[in-house]
């Protein structure tokens, strides 16, 4: 336990953004972390974030103008999803989970997490979280999410991108490519990582890609706009399939923690046009995680 590294904590003096959202404008990809005396993290996990409870998201969510959002169970809590679940259960049908699961899940728990608004189920492939899951544990829980209507979210590293291009394109769900795929900034837009991501968004009907992650793949820091092209890019290409989230409270983050206030606005760099940013905050996130009527 000792060994395990403590997480960075996030900006704690977020400021409100210039740009405002619009109604029903969700935030498709954040966290919450215990507190820990309440819910344990996971004795194997790779990282220890400090506590990011429910009542800061809260606080955020309002300084933000965001109204929804999809609570992504991270490794940390292992595959005990309670403090998602808890979390949903709090917001008045304004929030959906994806939830971290193995071969012990059975139908039922599947079920029962539909139920309590879980939407998907997250795998991690990124190294310093562990590396590529099992993979035949990975397609068996396919199976079991597919009857379910699903999705899979991945977290890759972007040479993971290439490496597994021919598995994404076969898989038996729909699923979510995170923060752009993590790749580099100072790679620049021609990098056979993400060609190799537009191509598989342009090509597959159900790929979706989060353009969340602007501090993850910066090279230059804040403001973190040389990743805005890489967002331009894949909202050119699949404007229907895409989603942003602001990560927070930014678990791993090894140079820069953001200001979420900052990040919020890029929104409107990588989409300048109004109906463009409803479509990525309101219309898909609501479409696919089925919040109902926006307003």
């Known amino acids: 336990m000792t060994n395990i590294p403590t997480c960075k904590a996030p900006d704690p003096d977020t400021h409100k953004p210039k740009y405002r959202p619009p109604p029903g404008a ?3 990809h954040c966290h919450i972390f215990g507190p820990g005396d309440r819910y344990p993290y996971a004795a194997d996990r790779t990282y220890t974030p400090p506590d990011a409870p429910l009542e800061r998201f809260k606080q955020l ?3 933000l103008g965001l109204e929804r959002a999809v609570l992504v169970n991270a490794s940390c809590h292992g595959t005990d999803n309670t ?3 808890d979390a949903i259960a709090q917001s008045g049908g304004r929030y959906r989970g994806v939830a971290n699961a193995d071969d012990s899940f059975t139908e039922r728990d599947f079920e029962k997490l539909h139920h309590d608004g879980f939407r998907g189920v997250r795998f991690n492939f990124v ?4 590396g590529m899951p099992d993979m035949d544990e990975f397609q068996r829980i396919l199976a079991r999410i597919k009857p379910f209507g699903w ?3 991945l977290h890759f590293d972007a040479a993971d991108l290439v490496e597994f291009d021919a598995l994404l394109h076969e898989l038996p769900v729909p699923f979510i490519i995170d923060h752009m795929g993590r790749v580099p900034t100072k790679a620049g837009l021609d990098q ?6 537009l191509a598989l968004a342009r090509k597959h009907p159900d790929c979706w890609v989060k353009v969340s992650g602007a501090e993850r793949i910066s090279s230059a820091g804040p403001p973190f706009t040389d990743a805005v092209p890489f967002a331009r890019a894949l909202i050119e290409a699949i404007p229907d399939r895409i989603l942003w989230g602001t990560d927070w409270p930014h678990p791993n983050i090894a140079r820069h923690m953001p200001n979420d206030g900052d990040l919020v ?13 409803r479509k990525i905050l309101v219309d898909n996130p609501h479409r696919l995680y089925g919040f109902g009527a926006a307003g």
């Open 61 to 63: 969510q309002a300084i």
């Open 83 to 85: 403090v998602i679940v």
């Open 192 to 197: 056979p990582p993400f060609r190799t991501l």
């Open 127 to 130: 190294k310093h979280l562990g």
């Open 26 to 28: 969700c935030d498709a």
């Open 265 to 277: 606005d890029l929104i409107p760099l990588i989409a300048p046009d109004v109906a463009t940013q």
């Open 151 to 153: 999705h899979v979210d």
